[in-house]
Nanobody
Framework: QVQLVESGGGLVQAGGSLRLSCTAS????????KGWFRQAPGKEREFVAA??????????YYADSVKGRFTISRDNAKDTVYLQMNSLKPEDTAVYYC?????????????????WGQGTQVTVSS
């Protein structure tokens, strides 16, 4: 289901930065866990980052490949989740998708997420 909308992708040189946004479409996902995944041509979808923001606290997760470079955050009032990407590398080139799930289990498994955006292209040139 496409009930999330990504934006902010584009072309950037290696070492540059981009901030992706993911907004709700047609419903509210304020109480849902959020994840970011990416898929490069010829490769399978891979986990990038995820976050949970509940009364129990805030927890974020990152793939080893992006730790220290990417940051996931949210603006609950706007029902928007962000992925700040710094120090971009050519290997970060992919279509980036945001996803949501009410109860997060395995944050790394895209099959656990129920709602998805259409994806936004990120291209990092060398």
């Amino acid at each position: 289901q496409v009930q999330l909308v990504e934006s902010g992708g584009g072309l950037v040189q290696a070492g540059g930065s981009l901030r992706l946004s993911c907004t709700a479409s047609g419903r509210t996902f304020s109480n849902y866990a959020k994840g970011w995944f990416r898929q490069a041509p010829g490769k399978e979808r891979e986990f990038v980052a995820a976050g949970t923001w509940t009364w129990t606290g805030t927890i974020t997760y990152y793939a080893d490949s992006v730790k220290g470079r990417f940051t996931i955050s949210r603006d609950n009032a706007k029902d928007t989740v962000y992925l700040q990407m710094n120090s971009l590398k050519p290997e970060d080139t992919a279509v980036y998708y945001c996803a949501a799930v009410r109860l997060l289990s395995d944050y790394r498994d895209f099959a656990r997420y129920d709602y998805w955006g259409q994806g936004t292209q990120v291209t990092v040139s060398s």
